[in-house]
């Protein structure tokens, strides 16, 4: 259980669509989708509809002595780290007046830019070529250190943001990076809050990031059947819709700052939202291979409402991961049936990838922020490009328009390969504001 009360005082995004927490929710009120079509030359029309952050390429305002390291950063990590600073700005804490130590720092990337090594490609073409199919390594070698990077490894590690982060803002206490893709930016907030909770730092700040855009990972997931076709242009990504066929990749950033809640009430904080509580299983799938669980999701949103003392009937609404896959949406819908029991029809459903493409670690950071602001305004949003469900789940609320919010309470649901699963429920604050 938690033992101090922890509460949202920070936020940040930087996502395909758009830069900060404002503009994310004016163009997500509008309708728009950050999902547009690349010429990508030798791609199939399918990898060409992607969620790419546009007009971003470097980092500003860092302090002289650590600019220097920015060289070091892959792309997820710099739209991490503009997400974090987002958020520490968001909330008005003063760093200088808490220790480094009561600093925590957890970050979540599901960062995916060199895999597959296409990086060292050019190398390869100059060893390989008039060779007759054999490696001049010789030439390989000089190659490698004229046309690739040397940083080529530092910007392949999970926690690639991490130092760089920690030593523009000093957060030196309890800290880990997370590698677990689409479940880790809730599991990054879950270890913040929790040592909010128990004492352990004063303030937290989790941040998931990630790239699925680059050649290699898309290449890999069409061959894993979980992209959408695209054969409907920017509109194809269609979550918990009866003719959904998978997800589109994105990039982003997403970052929370918690705060234990006594000490931002009194320093004044605007506070955002509370966290309540959180849950997280794995629900190994009856198939071999990449196969979803029945219910992949419902052990973790109970044991989420159980750790909040809450109820069914006090949520306003539900965000599923919703990745689009046929399989997947099906053991969510089936999840939500099931805790939902006689309220199915009562409590609202919105997946909410569509708007930015599926950002991997940002992603479940993304909703929970998007979530908070819905609360604020008292609407759950509509369910991008979704038009009719499938039969068994007709009486669910499930909405392409916005839908009123009940209740003050959402849960904001995450789940991964071989059914590892997370949930957290964040009570709203109406009339919250952005500084």
């Not at 922890?6 to 728009?32: F, K, Q």
Request: hydrophobic content about 40%; some cysteine.
């Amino acid at each position: 259980m938690l033992m101090r009360r922890v509460v949202i005082t920070g936020m940040g995004l930087l996502t395909p669509l758009g830069r900060g927490v404002r503009e994310n929710w004016t163009n997500l009120l509008a309708g728009r989708t950050g999902v547009i079509r690349c010429e990508r030359k030798g791609r199939p029309e399918s990898l060409r509809y992607l969620g790419s952050v546009e007009g971003f390429d470097q980092l500003e305002d860092i302090p002289p002595k650590l600019s220097g390291q920015t060289r070091f950063l892959n792309r997820g990590s710099k739209l991490g780290f503009e997400a974090a600073r987002e958020a520490v700005l968001q909330s008005g804490v003063r760093l200088e007046e808490i220790p480094p130590e009561r600093r925590a720092l957890f970050i979540a990337s599901g960062d995916l830019t060199k895999t597959g090594f296409e990086f060292i490609y050019p190398a390869l073409r100059d060893a390989l070529k008039g060779n007759d199919g054999a490696v001049n390594y010789p030439v390989l070698n000089k190659s490698t250190l004229n046309k690739v990077n040397p940083f080529f490894l530092l910007e392949s590690l999970s926690n690639n943001l991490f130092s760089f982060l920690s030593a523009v803002f000093e957060f030196m206490g309890p800290n880990t990076s997370l590698a677990s893709h689409s479940p880790g930016g809730a599991q990054a907030m879950e270890l913040a809050a929790r040592r909010i909770a128990s004492g352990e730092a004063d303030i937290a700040l989790a941040v998931g990031c990630g790239n699925w855009i680059t050649e290699i990972p898309m290449y890999e997931m069409k061959g894993l059947g979980i992209l959408s076709r695209c054969r409907r242009g920017e509109r194809s990504f269609r979550p918990l819709d009866r003719d959904r066929d998978g997800f589109i990749p994105g990039e982003g950033g997403a970052a929370v700052l918690l705060e234990d809640a006594e000490s931002a009430e009194r320093r004044g904080a605007s506070i955002l939202g509370e966290v309540k509580g959180f849950g997280g299983c794995i629900e190994p799938p009856a198939g071999k291979g990449l196969s979803v669980p029945e219910k992949v999701a419902v052990r973790a949103m109970e044991a989420a409402l159980e750790e909040a003392g809450t109820d069914v009937g006090e949520l306003g609404f539900i965000c599923p991961h919703g990745s689009g896959t046929r399989r997947g949406d099906r053991s969510e819908l089936e999840s939500i049936s099931d805790l939902l029991g006689e309220r199915r029809s009562l409590v609202p459903v919105c997946a909410l990838k569509p708007y930015t493409g599926h950002m991997g670690a940002a992603s479940d950071l993304c909703e929970v922020i998007i979530g908070v602001r819905a609360i604020a305004e008292g609407m759950v949003p509509g369910t991008l490009n979704f038009a009719r469900a499938e039969r068994d789940f007709e009486d669910l609320r499930i909405s392409s328009a916005t839908q009123p919010a009940s209740g003050r309470n959402f849960l904001s649901v995450s789940y991964g390969i071989i059914g590892q699963s997370s949930s957290v429920l964040v009570e709203g604050r109406p009339a919250a504001h952005e500084k």
